[in-house]
């Protein structure tokens, strides 16, 4: 298996950038997820797994200057542009979602999102009012950060080719190359196994990755496509620890060494 494609987002739930070369560290991508939208009124971090708020994000494109980071530039609906230097951002993101919202760099010491139910966005709606449990960010990251639960979250163009589904709307880091005939969902048995990526990085594979409602959503030019989530609750519904049932594309992993990853590294999961 080898590595496909790389991407980053480097705001939380805007559309991202795919790379060449990433720089993997213990907090994942270097530059992926280093900033988020904050609602003004509720201090709550903004995300379109809460889609009646905040699906718009999605319609925003986000990048960095360099592999490296650098300055942050957002790509907004209509041709606008700002950066997260420009004075004007807060308020050009405020007109974008219609609440008053800042963009921060800096992680609360306990964040956490709204996670709207998904199986009720599906049956009522994106603008229906639906159970929207708390989630707690980055448990299996190692210090305060934007991204939901680990570091790197990894799909194989197996499980994507089967769903018919671009990679857009799972939000992957790395998506791998499959051989012919290799299965969808096989990365569902990688659970608690490491990988080799590339000549330097090892990664632990910790949970299947559990689906909300963004891959449904528009993203982009991307219609909105219910599809995207009702193929995992049909057949791939399976037991994430911690957290229940529920349908899922991918897996999330820890790093527990860090390098560079190239597109085309290969990658090896330990038997």
């Not at 987002?9 to 994942?28: C, F, N, T």
């Not at 904050?38 to 809460?50: F, N």
């Not at 956490?112 to 603008?127: F, M, Q, S």
Request: one cysteine or more; proline letters at 10%; hydrophobic letters at 40%.
């Amino acid at each position: 298996m080898r590595i496909e494609q790389l991407w980053r987002y480097p705001v939380k739930s805007m559309l991202g950038e795919q790379i060449d070369l990433a720089h993997v560290e213990p907090a994942g991508v270097r530059g992926d997820r280093a900033f988020a939208v904050v609602d003004e009124e509720t201090r709550k971090i903004a995300s379109a797994k809460q889609p009646r708020l905040w699906r718009a994000l999605l319609q925003a494109t986000a990048t960095h200057e360099t592999p490296d980071g650098g300055e942050l530039r957002i790509s907004l609906p209509g041709g606008h542009r700002t950066t997260d230097t420009d004075p004007d951002v807060h308020q050009q993101l405020s007109m974008l979602l219609g609440r008053a919202v800042r963009l921060s760099a800096t992680p609360p010491d306990a964040p956490d999102i709204d996670r709207a139910d998904p199986d009720e966005v599906l049956a009522h709606g994106v603008d229906a009012v639906v159970a929207a449990p708390q989630l707690v960010l980055g448990e299996a990251v190692p210090a305060p950060t934007f991204i939901d639960y680990a570091p790197l979250h990894l799909i194989t163009t197996a499980t994507l080719e089967h769903l018919g589904q671009d990679a857009i709307r799972y939000r992957p880091n790395l998506v791998i190359r499959t051989p012919a005939g290799h299965p969808p969902f096989a990365e569902n048995d990688w659970v608690g196994r490491t990988a080799g990526i590339g000549d330097a990085v090892v990664a632990r594979i910790v949970l299947p990755t559990p689906r909300c409602a963004i891959p449904t959503l528009e993203h982009g030019p991307l219609p909105r496509d219910p599809a995207a989530l009702r193929s995992l609750m049909a057949q791939n519904r399976v037991e994430v620890p911690g957290f229940g049932v529920l349908p899922a594309a991918g897996v999330y992993a820890t790093v527990e060494r860090s390098g560079p990853v190239g597109v085309g590294a290969t990658f090896d999961v330990a038997a």
